[in-house]
């Protein structure tokens, strides 16, 4: 629509025929109206979304004040424990490095006393050692002894039997001169002693020797002969000191020999003393 220009109404019509103009501003405040209210429905609208908004964002607001409120404490609390925890974590740290020092230490007392054991356990092992040598050699010298010992009672047990002998012959001897000094009695001219008597005082010397040559055999016989001798010791019990007269005397002196380890040997010594 075309509006002429004319920027006055009035001379383009009356009140009651307006002019294109004022119809045109009619129209134009019309819509103008219309849009007006159209749009303060809108703004009434908008306006309304606003508020609800705002309450929204107010409550929203309030719920995250209270919720941060909330939330800080829960941090706050968080903070204690985790502090709590970290002293808690502190002493066990310095507590088991002081147990790790202590069992250490510990440990080092213990290595040392094991060694000093073991050191104790090899020197007892070592005097263990010594001790069973000195007993294989304490048995070995107990076996020398006895055989030697074996070998003494043999000896003995055969002067025993030498000893009888003599007393045998002695008897023969005294039965001998009994019966020479009969025969002087019946012939004056012989009194001289019988040649029995004469020799008695080498009887000693024989008999001396013969223990000599016992003596000086060779050892190994020593152990063969013990059981013997011990059952002739038994069986010779029973001979005593021998017979005494108004002449002689006859009797057995026996001596013992010792070292460190016995006694090594027995020597008897059969003396013959003529009164």
Do not use: C
């Amino acid at each position: 629509m075309i509006v002429p220009q004319n920027p006055n109404p009035q001379a383009n019509g009356t009140s009651e025929f307006p002019s294109p103009v004022q119809i045109w501003l009619k129209q134009r405040i019309r819509e103008f109206n219309e849009k007006m209210g159209l749009e303060k429905s809108e703004i009434n609208k908008y306006y309304q979304q606003m508020t609800l908004l705002q309450e929204q964002y107010d409550k929203a607001v309030a719920e995250h004040q209270s919720t941060a409120e909330k939330t800080r404490e829960q941090i706050k609390n968080l903070e204690d424990q985790l502090s709590q925890a970290q002293q808690h974590v502190e002493r066990h740290t310095k507590a088991a490095r002081r147990l790790g020092r202590e069992l250490k230490e510990q440990i080092n007392v213990t290595r040392e006393g094991q060694k000093q054991r073991e050191q104790q356990l090899d020197i007892s092992e070592k005097k263990i050692q010594d001790l069973n040598n000195q007993l294989s050699r304490s048995l070995t010298e107990k076996l020398n002894l006895q055989g030697q010992l074996d070998y003494a009672l043999q000896t003995s047990q055969d002067l025993r039997k030498q000893l009888a002998e003599a007393q045998q012959k002695q008897e023969k001897t005294e039965q001998d001169e009994e019966k020479l000094k009969e025969s002087h009695q019946h012939t004056p001219n012989l009194g001289k002693r019988p040649a029995d008597s004469q020799q008695a005082p080498g009887q000693q010397m024989e008999l001396y020797e013969s223990h000599q040559s016992h003596m000086e055999e060779d050892p190994n016989k020593q152990s063969t002969q013990a059981g013997r001798g011990r059952d002739e010791q038994s069986q010779d019990e029973g001979i005593g000191e021998p017979k005494r007269d108004n002449r002689r005397e006859l009797w057995r002196e026996p001596r013992e020999s010792w070292s460190a380890y016995g006694p090594q040997g027995m020597d008897i010594w059969i003396k013959v003393r003529y009164v």
